[in-house]
């Protein structure tokens, strides 16, 4: 049999296989997942449903750094939690400006940690965390078990954590302003350096705080978590301290002014909630 037979006697067996007709796939119709049965899950499946975001409180240890310890919530406390904290203090503050802004923006999933995470190696050590952005869909929060809304304290620094991680997504999303890194270029400290400044220093650089030295993307998200806790008329004097602190100030103000959200106006109604809870 010559080499042409054979080669077109193999060419017939794979056209004839690759020809061969494949069984339909069957049809199965989409089943909306079934509502659960009882509180803390409804309220959580609720938001999910309205901002496809999941909240996240059953412990897994994947969702924590090898380096860093925390522990989980109070199972009794994630529904409070859920329907005061974030609901009140996080997504309405947006959506009473612009309604479909944290559909559009939410994170995809906000995990809940009862304590900080707490860093015990690495070059983070003896640093403890009150929360933390992976890009757009990610977003830990921490302290969950401190739930106490008699605590001014604890709740104005939960919704100060929760803005500041949620400037972290925004920035991810949109980028930083344009020219907003060049602002301090050369005057960031880097890691935790940071804590070798005092605030007057930090000031003095263009930061909102120095934790901001930490980097470029902390300087933005501090910026954030400062103007949402702290009056106006206050701001807008800190900002008047130098050239550095003005150009950042109105950076990240007109970043969300853009996007419908006014900073002043989330934190005057911030303060409200505050006052009357």
Same mark, same amino acid.
């Given at each position: 049999?010559?080499?042409?037979?054979?080669?077109?006697?193999?060419?017939?067996?794979?056209?004839?296989?690759?020809?061969?007709?494949?069984?339909a796939?069957?049809?199965?119709?989409?089943?909306?997942?079934?509502?659960?049965?009882?509180?803390?899950?409804?309220?959580?499946?609720?938001?999910?449903?309205?901002?496809?975001?999941k909240?996240?409180?059953?412990?897994?240890?994947?969702?924590?750094?090898?380096?860093?310890?925390?522990?989980?919530?109070?199972?009794?406390?994630?529904?409070?939690?859920?329907?005061? =904290?974030? +609901?009140?203090?996080?997504?309405?503050?947006?959506?009473?400006?612009?309604?479909?802004?944290?559909?559009?923006?939410?994170?995809i999933?906000?995990?809940?940690?009862?304590?900080?995470?707490?860093?015990?190696?690495?070059?983070?050590?003896?640093?403890?965390?009150?929360?933390?952005a992976y890009?757009?869909?990610?977003?830990? =929060?921490t302290? =969950?078990?401190?739930?106490? %809304?008699?605590?001014?304290?604890?709740?104005?620094?939960?919704?100060?954590?929760?803005?500041?991680?949620f400037?972290?997504?925004?920035?991810?999303?949109?980028? +930083?302003?344009?020219?907003?890194?060049?602002?301090?270029?050369?005057?960031?400290?880097?890691?935790?350096?940071?804590?070798?400044?005092?605030?007057?220093e930090? +000031?003095?650089?263009?930061?909102? +705080?120095? /934790?901001?030295?930490?980097?470029?993307?902390?300087?933005?998200?501090?910026?954030?978590?400062?103007i949402?806790?702290?009056?106006?008329?206050?701001?807008?004097l800190?900002?008047?301290?130098?050239?550095? %602190?003005?150009?950042?100030?109105?950076?990240?103000?007109?970043? /969300?002014?853009?996007?419908?959200?006014?900073?002043?106006?989330?934190?005057? /109604?911030?303060?409200?909630?505050?006052?009357?809870?």
């Amino acid at each position: 049999m010559s080499k042409r037979i054979i080669f077109y006697a193999i060419a017939c067996c794979l056209l004839a296989t690759s020809c061969k007709k494949e069984d339909a796939i069957p049809y199965e119709p989409y089943e909306a997942p079934a509502k659960p049965d009882n509180p803390t899950d409804l309220a959580i499946y609720d938001i999910f449903t309205e901002y496809q975001s999941k909240i996240i409180y059953r412990w897994d240890r994947r969702y924590i750094t090898a380096d860093a310890f925390a522990s989980p919530p109070n199972e009794s406390i994630v529904l409070p939690y859920v329907e005061n =904290v974030l +609901r009140k203090l996080f997504i309405a503050p947006y959506d009473r400006q612009k309604s479909e802004f944290m559909r559009q923006n939410m994170p995809i999933e906000m995990i809940l940690f009862g304590t900080k995470m707490n860093y015990v190696e690495g070059d983070e050590r003896n640093f403890s965390a009150s929360g933390t952005a992976y890009g757009l869909s990610r977003v830990i =929060v921490t302290s =969950v078990n401190g739930y106490d %809304l008699t605590d001014a304290t604890w709740l104005k620094n939960q919704y100060a954590t929760l803005h500041h991680e949620f400037a972290h997504v925004l920035d991810k999303k949109f980028g +930083r302003p344009a020219g907003f890194d060049k602002i301090s270029e050369g005057k960031y400290a880097g890691g935790t350096s940071y804590a070798a400044f005092t605030q007057a220093e930090a +000031r003095s650089r263009g930061f909102w +705080r120095n /934790y901001g030295m930490s980097n470029e993307s902390e300087d933005f998200a501090t910026w954030v978590d400062g103007i949402v806790t702290t009056p106006k008329e206050s701001v807008l004097l800190i900002a008047d301290e130098n050239t550095f %602190l003005q150009q950042k100030y109105k950076m990240v103000y007109n970043f /969300y002014l853009e996007k419908g959200i006014d900073l002043h106006v989330l934190q005057a /109604y911030l303060q409200n909630v505050l006052d009357n809870l």
